[in-house]
């Protein structure tokens, strides 16, 4: 069983910045990839980065493009959200995931809030 634990959510000021981590444990870890992904108040989860676990390769959605940077150490088993310019419609629970070896996001983490005031 593959277990995910975030951190490093908060509140920060508009144009400030934060760094999410996501520590995960689990006797085989091998995912295809990691993402991030938020939900604002009254909004479905929606996806915000990727990256893949073996050749690194990332992909974000076009609101966060130029401002947030994904990341990953494969020795430590953790993926890193860095996030600057902070914008008040950023803020949403973060939640980290994983994929199995193929296929889509089954491992999820119980989300850590982001709030950016104005």
């Known amino acids: 069983q593959v277990q995910l634990v975030e951190s490093g959510g908060g509140l920060v000021q508009a144009g400030g910045s934060l760094r999410l981590s996501c520590a995960a444990s689990?006797?085989?870890?091998?995912?295809?990839?990691m993402g991030w992904f938020r939900q604002a108040p009254g909004k479905e989860r929606e996806f915000v980065a990727q990256i893949t676990w073996s050749g690194g390769n990332t992909f974000y959605t076009d609101s966060v493009k130029g401002r947030f940077t994904i990341s990953r150490d494969n020795a430590k088993n953790t993926v890193y959200l860095q996030m600057n310019s902070l914008k008040p419609e950023d803020t949403a629970v973060y939640y980290c995931a994983a994929t199995r070896p193929a296929g889509g996001y089954d491992y999820w983490g119980q989300g850590t809030q982001v709030t950016v005031s104005s």
């Open positions: 689990g006797r085989t870890f091998s995912p295809n990839a």
